[in-house]
């Protein structure tokens, strides 16, 4: 069954490091997206991403997180300066096979940030 | 904000069947009910959505009320790996998903 893989596992970093977390959605899914959850709380919207164009932010999606699709494969955010309210797990989601057409998202099993 | 409601925790005997319920009373004609749950820390999993009729899966039942302000979603035959936080979410196809708090479900031995 197809799947959404993310890389790495666990990522420790220092505060102000800049850090680039990886996804690799489903095939030929065309809608991404990031969420995060700090440890003990709900699971937030960060960010979501069609036809190589953010489609949609939250407010925590400041000037220090970016995304991009570098490749037909990889959908990666990056955190230019981190710091240590960005400790949390992250997780990429993606959906819609057809152009124009939502469903059900499809998650990963997260990459733990930990910025010290 | 989450537009559900959904108890913070429940419990079930394992091998028994797991009824979750929620509610929506603010749901739309074009939003759908989905339900996800997350083991641990965990990417949440999907579980199963609907719109109106009941829907059935390898993993769970669906049971939407008439009016679509409530639903139920159904584990048959609850084992240990069912513990898990299960989310109700309600949302356009098109849209994020804005998780709540869920229901924290604990299967008894």
């Known amino acids: 069954e197809p799947e959404v893989t993310q890389t790495p596992s666990h990522q420790v970093t220092q505060m102000g490091q800049e850090v680039i977390l990886r996804c690799v959605p489903i095939?030929?899914?065309?809608?991404f997206y990031w969420y995060r959850q700090i440890l003990g709380q709900k699971v937030e919207f960060l960010v979501s991403?069609?036809?190589?164009?953010?489609?949609?932010k939250s407010e925590i999606f400041d000037d220090q997180f970016s995304v991009e699709r570098p490749d037909g494969s990889n959908f990666t955010l990056k955190i230019r300066s981190t710091k240590l309210e960005d400790s949390a797990m992250y997780f990429c989601?993606?959906?819609?096979?057809?152009?124009?057409?939502?469903?059900?998202?499809?998650f990963g099993p997260g990459t733990r940030l930990t910025v010290l | 904000d989450a537009k559900t409601t959904q108890p913070p925790s429940m419990d079930c005997a394992e091998g028994r069947a797991a009824n979750l319920p929620c509610n929506h009373s603010?749901?739309?004609?074009?939003?759908?009910v989905y339900w996800y749950r997350q083991i641990h820390s965990q990417g949440p999993q999907y579980i199963i959505h609907?719109?109106?009729n009941n829907e059935t899966n390898e993993m769970a039942s669906l049971i939407i009320t008439e009016d679509r302000k409530s639903s139920t979603l159904i584990l048959p035959h609850a084992t240990l790996r069912d513990t898990a936080v299960y989310y109700c979410?309600?949302?356009?196809?098109?849209?994020?998903?804005?998780f709540g708090k869920g229901t924290r479900l604990h299967i008894l031995p």
């Open positions: 989601a993606s959906t819609g096979e057809l152009a124009g057409v939502g469903d059900t998202q499809y």
């Open positions: 095939s030929n899914h065309l809608y």
């Open positions: 991403f069609y036809n190589n164009e953010i489609s949609e």
């Open positions: 603010t749901i739309s004609g074009n939003e759908y």
């Open positions: 609907g719109l109106k």
């Open positions: 979410i309600v949302r356009r196809r098109d849209d994020k998903i804005i």
